[in-house]
């Protein structure tokens, strides 16, 4: 006995929670309590084991709680078996309490030395029915009632012996799943047993029981849904024939009195449930089909997720020759599931639908469907199985450890790849069957509070400070099963054309080209030769390749063109080799690795400013959001002015700008940046151009000329799209030129160096090289292309108050003086304002006027053969319709409402909403119509490479640009059905308000 001076002390060491209910158990249990404490130190729960032990020794008898305690204090073996049973489970706890003489089957000598034949069970648990083991198609001779519980008492029985073994003996997981898979399927018998014996006309029909998911693979939980499928057969009765209806009466009759004597609550509790929705057609489909009905099924409607789930059907229970039938029917349907068309994304969306059906309460302590969970580490292994099995027949193994030892074997995956996560998985099923047998409960989350963690804790062996040791553990494991299970997918494409040294199983090229085809890559031969040529060799480069490319080909395939990824990263990989830092940023910034390769496989543009500066992959480890303007021009003049003329100068200037285009371009692919932000970027990029390039170029000009100091101020005036912000990849720079000669200047010298400026400006930011060109266009100045390039302040201000046109004021709305000399473009805004904000508004004549202009470029600008209902510039509530409404509302009302003098459309779209000028709802439509085809519009150009203005009919670029959108895969149709509806309506508004 405990001294109640000093056990408390010692039962707190000794991980007891309530030491003063455990003193006064202890004393219950009288001589005995002293040498079993000890051992109650050492099981998941002290106090509940010493709970159970008071339960159980007060339910027996008085002579055998006698023979009970002695048998504790004499075979340390069997002491601890029953003990840690009492403490892991409160189940089996209770279990006990109800059959007390089950304690015995604990004190078996041979129960930790030798696993229970599979037959032996299912002999057991058919004579706790009543029938004959001995019987092919035994038949229960208990009542139902009586056969239920007799049933679920050998049940339990049969499980407290394995669950004693588990805890007390350490049986490896695989050994604890399997034998619980051949007491499922014994039990299957069993119940099958009793169904005959209710079942009228049971012998009418040879009825086989699949195993399906984990009882199929031998890899069962202690308490899970069995998932089967059944299949039958009329009896073979030559003299008393069976028709096909009576026999599916029959085994429909026989397959739900099987699923109800598992799964019916009786005074014995349930064993567990039997899932049949995996067969065809699930819940809808019948509950049993014959041979050729599976095989018509299989052959025509089968989806990719059930071949997958066949990998592990085997023959469980019932007429197992036809179970066998059954297995040998769907093999070559399973092995050649990879060959489907779209298997890889159907898989993929699999994968993303159970995560996302995760309630969110559970998601971070999801054991089995969360990230870093089971269900990783088996979808990958089944995947690899899928795909390399069809040729090795070694890979074929339904259970995931034995399956992902055979692929760790085989070379299909890495050696130490192969044991971490052998042991993550091991460690997680473990601690899913701890969860599970605490109350003998279906459930794959993990407990968070604090008297459950410690339980958990401790019975993984953590025994001091099991709680934080428990979690660590536990996140652990789970970081290495998402980081394997991102590169797993991948392996094997590297032992076929990495040329590995060593004892490695390597895929024959043609199986690697179908592995290829599988994931996507439309041209796998190709595919083929990008990897041989980036990991050939002995050379570090291609060991840093062999690391990378498993990710790398994943990230690829995930993106709408894996093709283009993979040979883009070949093109930039040759370029940047050598380089010291590329290869190791690639491998130790996965971030950059990351972008790169969903860059590569989206988008042309990215691309190609990738292939001309490959360089440019370091910024892609960085913010991706515009820079502002100043450091901008600040970093160009920098470089610029280091030239020894215009010409390399404004090279160095140009490529600062691609740079920067690439970091817009990549922060829009990769989802970071707004329809608006790009906009505003690449505006502020083009006003750092042309201001670098001014100066640069002016500065060239005056040194050529031998001129002390510039003649002349200049300004570039900022028009179109370029005035409002509101540039897209592919837009030109349009513009107009002003200068103001300083005083005293010669009028002819001033204007002959601003035109020299102006042109030698244009004709450098233009020419063809290794950056894209940014066309200035000057056509929107006064008389066009007839009239003078550049004009005086002072020109500009005699033809605007002469000469103007109703389409010029309306060109001016978006007019902004931003590069050149800050008193002259102020005095140019101070110019134009009166013209573009008239007083009064223009008149009934002037919209009558743009009205008509509106109509022509509708009539004659639309493209020959163009669909006016995709074209995004000019097609039925696409941007011109929404521009154009605008600036007549600008045009009307902005002499009286301030903020229209704003050169951005959607500013000035916010301001005639609150002015009462566009209802809310009309407002809010154009606003919505103008981002999504702006959003498309740049988009198309990231995917194509060049400018467009229809929405892509191609599939794979239609996928593309929906990509970049942010719509998941598959969703293409909704990006084109969200464009149509928003145009719809904006057409509506601008009918309207426009041509009211």
């Not at 029981?209 to 890899?219: N, P, Q, R």
């Not at 999504?932 to 640009?961: F, H, K, M, Y």
């Amino acid at each position: 006995m405990v001294r109640p001076s000093s056990g408390k002390a010692t039962l707190l060491r000794l991980g007891f929670v309530d030491p003063e209910s455990a003193q006064a158990s202890l004393t219950r249990l009288g001589p005995a309590a002293e040498p079993i404490l000890a051992m109650l130190g050492l099981v998941a729960d002290p106090d509940l084991a010493l709970t159970g032990l008071v339960r159980l020794v007060g339910s027996a008898g008085e002579a055998e709680a006698g023979e009970l305690l002695d048998a504790l204090v004499d075979d340390e073996g069997s002491a601890m078996r029953l003990l840690g049973v009492l403490g892991a489970s409160e189940a089996l706890g209770h279990h006990l309490a109800r059959h007390p003489e089950h304690w015995r089957e604990l004190t078996d000598p041979t129960l930790g030395s030798s696993r229970p034949a599979a037959y032996a069970m299912r002999e057991s648990l058919l004579r706790a029915v009543g029938a004959d083991p001995a019987d092919e198609v035994a038949v229960a001779t208990l009542a139902r009632p009586e056969a239920l519980d007799a049933l679920r008492v050998e049940y339990r029985r049969i499980l407290l012996r394995l669950a004693a073994r588990d805890i007390a003996h350490d049986l490896p997981v695989t050994d604890v799943a399997a034998e619980l898979s051949d007491l499922a399927v014994g039990t299957l018998d069993a119940a099958l047993a009793v169904a005959r014996s209710v079942v009228p006309n049971a012998s009418a029909v040879r009825l086989a029981v699949l195993a399906m998911g984990k009882t199929g693979g031998h890899e069962l939980n202690y308490v899970s849904d069995v998932d089967v499928i059944f299949v039958h057969e009329p009896a073979d009765r030559p003299d008393d024939p069976v028709d096909d209806q009576t026999a599916l009466r029959a085994a429909t009759q026989l397959a739900g009195q099987l699923i109800a004597v598992c799964g019916d609550l009786t005074a014995e509790g349930r064993i567990w449930a039997v899932d049949a929705n995996l067969r065809p057609e699930g819940k809808a489909g019948p509950l049993s089909r014959t041979l050729a009905a599976m095989g018509g099924y299989y052959e025509r409607w089968a989806s990719t997720w059930e071949f997958q789930a066949l990998l592990k059907a085997r023959p469980a229970a019932g007429d197992l020759s036809l179970g066998s039938a059954f297995v040998e029917l769907v093999q070559p349907y399973i092995w050649h599931a990879a060959e489907r068309e779209g298997f890889v994304e159907d898989t993929q969306a699999m994968r993303r639908r159970v995560v996302a059906h995760i309630p969110a309460k559970d998601a971070d302590r999801e054991l089995k469907l969360g990230e870093g969970g089971l269900r990783d580490v088996e979808f990958a292994v089944q995947l690899l199985q899928l795909v390399h099995g069809r040729a090795d027949d070694r890979l074929r193994s339904p259970a995931t450890l034995p399956a992902l030892r055979a692929l760790t074997e085989g070379g299909y995956v890495g050696r130490e790849d192969g044991e971490t996560l052998h042991a993550a998985y091991s460690f997680l099923r473990t601690l899913e069957h701890r969860i599970q047998l605490q109350r003998l409960q279906r459930t794959h989350v993990v407990p968070d509070d604090e008297a459950s963690l410690r339980r958990l804790g401790r019975g993984m062996g953590f025994l001091k400070e099991p709680v934080p040791a428990l979690l660590a553990e536990w996140q652990r494991q789970r970081r290495e099963v998402r980081r394997l299970h991102e590169k797993l997918f991948y392996r094997p494409l590297l032992s076929a054309v990495a040329r590995i040294p060593g004892e490695v199983a390597r895929l024959s090229p043609e199986a690697a080209q179908r592995r290829l085809a599988a994931l996507g890559y439309e041209d796998p031969a190709a595919a083929l030769r990008h990897l041989e040529a980036l990991t050939q060799g002995v050379r570090r480069a291609a060991d840093i390749q062999r690391a990378l490319l498993p990710a790398m080909l994943q990230w690829f395939a995930e993106g709408p063109d894996p093709d283009a990824g993979l040979f883009g990263f070949r093109r930039i990989s040759e370029a940047l080799g050598t380089t010291h830092w590329y290869l190791r940023t690639l491998r130790d910034e996965g971030m950059v690795a990351e972008r790169l390769a969903r860059l590569l496989s989206t988008s042309r543009y990215a691309t190609a400013l990738l292939e001309r500066e490959p360089e440019g992959v370091r910024i892609l480890g960085g913010d991706l959001q515009p820079r502002a303007t100043e450091p901008v021009v600040e970093e160009m003049l920098s470089t610029g002015r280091r030239r020894d003329d215009a010409e390399p100068g404004v090279r160095a200037i140009r490529a600062v700008r691609r740079r920067e285009l690439l970091r817009i371009a990549a922060g829009d692919v990769l989802g970071l940046t707004d329809v608006r932000a790009v906009s505003e970027g690449l505006s502020r990029l083009t006003d750092a151009t042309l201001e670098a390039t001014l100066q640069v170029v002016g500065e060239a000009v005056r040194t050529e000329r031998d001129l002390t100091e510039a003649p002349t101020a200049l300004a570039i005036v900022a028009m179109g799209r370029y005035g409002g912000f509101e540039l897209s990849y592919a837009s030109d720079a349009d513009v107009l030129f002003v200068h103001r000669p300083v005083e005293g200047a010669d009028q002819q010298v001033a204007a002959s160096y601003a035109l020299a400026v102006a042109t030698e400006l244009r004709r450098l930011l233009g020419l063809a090289g290794p950056d894209p060109a940014l066309e200035v266009d000057a056509d929107l100045r006064p008389e066009g292309r007839s009239g003078p390039l550049v004009r005086t302040l002072d020109a500009y201000a005699a033809y605007y108050g002469k000469w103007h046109s109703v389409w010029e004021k309306q060109a001016l709305l978006r007019a902004d003086a931003v590069v050149g000399d800050p008193d002259l473009r102020a005095a140019f805004t101070a110019l134009i304002d009166p013209v573009r904000y008239p007083a009064g508004g223009v008149g009934d004549d002037e919209v009558h006027e743009i009205r008509r202009i509106k109509g022509r470029v509708d009539a004659e600008r639309l493209p020959r053969g163009a669909d006016p209902a995709t074209h995004l510039k000019l097609g039925r509530g696409g941007l011109a319709d929404i521009e154009w409404t605008v600036q007549l509302l600008q045009l009307r009302h902005a002499h009286e409402v301030e903020g229209l003098r704003t050169t951005s459309t959607l500013d000035a779209l916010a301001a005639a909403r609150s002015a009462g000028l566009v209802g809310q709802r009309d407002g809010a439509l154009l606003d919505e119509a103008w981002r999504i085809v702006s959003r498309i519009r740049n988009a198309v150009t990231l995917v194509r490479g060049r400018a467009s203005d229809q929405l892509p009919q191609a599939a794979r670029e239609r996928r593309a640009v929906a990509s970049i959108l942010g719509y998941p895969p598959g969703s293409s149709d909704e990006l084109v059905n969200d464009y149509l509806r928003a145009t719809r309506l904006a057409h509506g508004v601008v009918d309207t308000v426009f041509w009211q």
